[in-house]
């Protein structure tokens, strides 16, 4: 499909192991978002991506957070020695157009992370 | 800071009654307004925006939502609920003085439309 899609759906893991998440903008957009909802805070804005460089890191909530865009389309966020808050769904969004306003986010389906 | 209150956790309709889901913002700049919608075990699905222009937007699945900048308000409504209306809807605001564009939601508002 043309849509935004994300690898793994559901991913289980023991507290302390590093972890992966993977996104498929849709073709063509240069603009990408990480968001993570969670029952406690909403849904949260990680991290902005314009090609393959991230002006807004903002919403990282701590240093176990990284996340890196190649060929200014697939993108990898990394949760390094999970704890048991990091369990929240994570959401990626494209954007066709960084310099147009108007377009609006497009989201994959999420990742499910839960961290025993 | 740019915020957004959604002030009702859920909202409990009646098939083929209207609607409101409400919404409150507040950012520094201008604001662009979006309504989106989840269904379970689903990403966000797009509804409607407000840019410029008419006060008044329409979107997908006969939605609309009125803009009031007096009220700093953004409700989402549709003249006659659908139980497949049913799902979670998450108001969103986008100030233009944010060069990332990111999005900031309130905390979602759960339609339940009754048969």
């Known amino acids: 499909g043309a849509g935004v899609s994300q690898s793994p759906s559901n991913k289980v893991t023991e507290k302390g192991k590093d972890v992966e998440l993977r996104c498929d903008p849709i073709?063509?957009?240069?603009?990408l978002y990480w968001y993570r909802q969670s029952l406690g805070q909403g849904l949260e804005f990680l991290i902005y991506?314009?090609?393959?460089?991230?002006?807004?890191k903002s919403g990282l909530p701590s240093d176990r957070f990284s996340a890196e865009r190649t060929g200014g389309s697939v993108s990898t966020l990394t949760i390094q020695r999970t704890q048991q808050e990091d369990s929240a769904v994570y959401l990626c969004?494209?954007?066709?157009?960084?310099?147009?306003?108007?377009?609006?986010?497009?989201f994959g389906p999420g990742t499910r992370l839960t961290v025993l | 800071a740019q915020s957004v209150a959604q002030p009702e956790d859920q909202v409990n309709v009646a098939e083929g009654n209207p609607l409101t889901v409400k919404c409150t913002y507040s950012?520094?700049?201008?604001?662009?307004l979006f309504w989106y919608v989840q269904y379970p075990n689903r990403g966000l699905q797009f509804l409607l925006k407000?840019?410029?222009?008419?006060?008044l937007v329409k979107g997908s699945y006969g939605f609309e939502a009125e803009f009031n900048k007096s009220q700093t308000s953004f409700h989402l409504k549709k003249p006659s609920a659908l139980v497949s209306d049913s799902a979670l809807y998450f108001c969103?605001?986008?100030?233009?003085?944010?060069?990332?564009?990111?999005?900031?939601f309130g905390s979602g508002t759960r339609l339940l439309v009754r048969p």
């Open positions: 073709s063509g957009h240069t603009a």
């Open positions: 991506f314009q090609g393959n460089s991230a002006p807004d």
């Open positions: 969004a494209s954007r066709l157009e960084p310099g147009r306003a108007l377009n609006e986010q497009f």
């Open positions: 407000y840019i410029t222009g008419d006060n």
């Open positions: 969103a605001v986008r100030d233009d003085a944010d060069s990332s564009y990111k999005l900031i």
């Open positions: 950012v520094s700049g201008n604001p662009y």
